[in-house]
Nanobody, 127 residues
């Protein structure tokens, strides 16, 4: 029902920037759909559990961030393009992880156990 595809990952130097995109598709995102989805980003570093990074409500009016990225990362979305973004600035080596896009009809659920996940994309930050 919902497909999520991440792009924009890769290699960056510490202090640099990357912008991730998450393109959503499926019946739920069709122009005539009444469904609305909150979007989120998670990440999983090697040997660690997946952790919440950021989330945004359908309207874009409210955003949430993990303390570790607050002030450095910015989440946004373009509902006309069914795309969410994660602008990552001042990158640190500890930001190295596989980043996952997620979606759910509830903002309270998307930050914990979202229904839909992308396949993930690698972000590597070198020191």
């Amino acid at each position: 029902q919902v497909q999520l595809v991440e792009s924009g990952g890769g290699l960056a130097q510490a202090g640099g920037s990357l912008r991730l995109s998450c393109a959503a598709s499926g019946r739920a995102f069709a122009a005539d759909s009444v469904s609305t989805y909150a979007m989120a980003w998670f990440r999983q570093a090697p040997g660690k559990e997946r952790e919440f990074v950021s989330a945004i409500t359908y309207s874009g009016a409210t955003t949430y961030y993990a303390d570790s990225v607050k002030g450095r990362f910015a989440i946004s979305r373009d509902n006309a393009k069914n795309t969410a973004y994660l602008q990552m600035n001042s990158l640190k080596p500890e930001d190295t992880a596989v980043y996952y896009c997620a979606a759910d009809t509830s903002i309270s659920t998307v930050v914990k156990i979202p229904d839909y996940w992308g396949q993930g994309i690698q972000v590597t930050v070198s020191s």
